[in-house]
């Protein structure tokens, strides 16, 4: 789970690293009161888990707070990399001599930590990352061992840090290591004109695997970040957002993963993955069939079932009664085989509806999904 970066400053601050004074609102009105609060000025940032939102528009300096509010309405509902805008942080200006970038993330790969630095931080990091990468330092770090200030003085010489940043380098490993992260990064570790280092943005992504220790993330910002995902785990479903336009819906994760490659091969790309089950009722089809269907990115459905202990005429039921409650507006594709296929696909032909047709094949049930997406 990706946090806010109000959230990563907030741990930052825990952890001894130095970070603005600032506050979150959801208000233009309130956005003008922090900035009075925190001195006139103010920089407001768009609160979304998606990079780049300085280049976006997202990061505004209001001179003062008339227009940290102008600034504020300006943010708050803008959409960043298909992120919507509900809350923006106001910070206490920094005045920046130099950026500069640090992080670590987890290199599965390589079983260990990875400790990642530039001298030349800033909105530019990848583009400096892709141009020339010996401007990026990488230096695994043995997790048993950590970030020592050794280890950090290391990293501090290899990139060409300041020498205060071993002090920060040293916290933001305890950042990862208490907080169960993933990855904490911080873009820019600015240097004020007094030779400060201050985190002025910071990036963590929690283990979920650990969750139940980091309690205080429960409730709100636990569970997934996009809306569907989070509106499936709501009903129990077993789903998955990508970003193709065949919304696909299946009995058993594997069934449902080959169902992905086949619309795949058909020239199509599947807009989820959901997995109704083993043992799966008329009513879990009806809430997965309602979810699918409410993504607008689905042109066409396909649904792909080999009856095993969920025998094709449940499902077949919970079609039926999903059309009674979700008003169908896409074309819907249904293969029904194995347990009780055949009494299945006669319940579909006894309620006829125009956008619902059945495939015999997985192959050419894929194909028709695939090609009634694309016709759409
Ligand atoms: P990002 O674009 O999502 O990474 O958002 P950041 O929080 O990193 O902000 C983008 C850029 O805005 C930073 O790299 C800084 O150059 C600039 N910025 C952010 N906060 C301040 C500040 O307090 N003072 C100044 N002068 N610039 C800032
Ligand atoms: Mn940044």
């Known amino acids: 789970m990706d946090l806010y970066e109000h959230q ?14 600032a506050e979150v609102t959801d208000s233009p009105k309130e956005a003008r009161e922090i900035a009075r609060r925190l001195g006139g000025r103010a920089v407001v940032k768009a609160q979304v ?17 008339a227009a940290a509010e102008l600034t504020a309405r300006r943010i708050l509902g803008m959409d960043i990399n298909g992120h919507t805008v509900r809350t923006v942080m106001l910070a206490q200006p920094v005045d920046i ?19 990642i630095a530039s001298a030349e931080g800033g909105t530019e990091i990848e583009e400096v ?18 970030v020592t200030p050794a280890k950090a003085g290391e990293i501090v010489a290899a990139a060409g ?27 820019p570790l600015a240097r004020t004109p007094q030779d400060r280092l201050i985190a002025l943005d910071g990036k963590v992504t929690l283990d979920d695997n650990a969750s139940f220790r980091q309690a205080r993330w429960g ?5 997934p970040d996009d809306p569907l995902e989070a509106a499936a785990a709501a009903k ?46 008329a009513g879990v089809m009806a809430d997965g069939l309602a979810l699918v269907l409410s993504d607008p990115a689905v042109k066409s459905v396909l649904v792909n079932i080999f009856g095993g202990i969920t025998a094709c005429d449940a499902v077949a039921e919970g079609i039926v ?52 997406a694309t016709a759409a």
């Open 8 to 21: 990563a400053r907030e741990l930052f601050a825990e952890h001894g690293i130095a970070v603005p004074r």
């Open 49 to 65: 888990k998606t990079g780049g939102r300085g280049k976006a528009g997202g990061v505004g300096l209001a001179a003062d707070p």
């Open 97 to 115: 001599e130099s950026e500069f970038y640090v992080s670590y993330v987890l290199d599965r790969g390589a079983g260990c930590f990875l400790a």
């Open 129 to 146: 990352a892709a141009r020339r990468p010996d401007a990026v330092t990488r230096i695994p770090i043995d997790p048993a061992q950590g």
């Open 161 to 187: 840090l300041p020498s205060q940043a071993v002090d920060v380098l040293v916290r933001l490993w305890r950042v990862l290591v208490r907080e169960d992260a993933l990855l904490v990064e911080v873009n």
């Open 219 to 223: 409730g709100t910002a636990a569970g």
């Open 236 to 281: 129990g479903l077993h789903y998955v957002k990508l970003d193709g336009e065949v919304g696909v819906i299946g009995n058993g994760a594997g069934l449902v993963m080959s169902t992905l490659d086949v619309v795949a091969g058909c020239g199509a790309r599947p807009a989820d993955f959901l997995d109704i089950g083993g043992g799966a009722s």
């Open 321 to 372: 009664r999903a059309l009674d409650t979700v008003r169908l507006t896409k074309p819907l594709v249904v293969r029904l085989d194995g347990n009780n296929a055949a009494r299945g696909r006669a319940i579909l032909d006894e309620h006829p509806h125009p956008l619902v047709e059945q495939a015999t094949t997985m192959d050419s049930a894929a194909r028709r999904a695939a090609r009634l």
